[in-house]
């Protein structure tokens, strides 16, 4: 399986195809110094296979990579995603 991760800045959305096909994307909304993760999708026929996991480590490594900005996790998705990952509390508003 081939997966494409992409960001897609114009519609501030991260996303995950496999095969050519999304199965997950990531919302966001970029503010001066921070980048707040809206809104989490995976298809549902497409649940139970850590997309959705793979796509925000994704985002989440690219702000880290890109910026210098914070996190703030107002998807419920994203904030179990930090607390699964506390290690990467670094990234968050404080």
Known sequence: MAREFEHDTEK???????????????DYVANEG?????HTFTDPKQRGHGY???????AIDDVEARTEDR???MCWY??????EHPERAHLLTR
């Open 34 to 38: 921070t980048v707040s993760f809206t």
């Open 71 to 73: 996190v703030i996790p």
């Open 12 to 26: 501030h959305r991260y996303t995950l195809k496999v095969d050519g096909a999304l199965v997950s994307a990531v």
């Open 52 to 58: 959705a996991g793979e796509i925000v480590g994704f």
């Open 78 to 83: 994203v904030g179990k995603w930090f607390d």
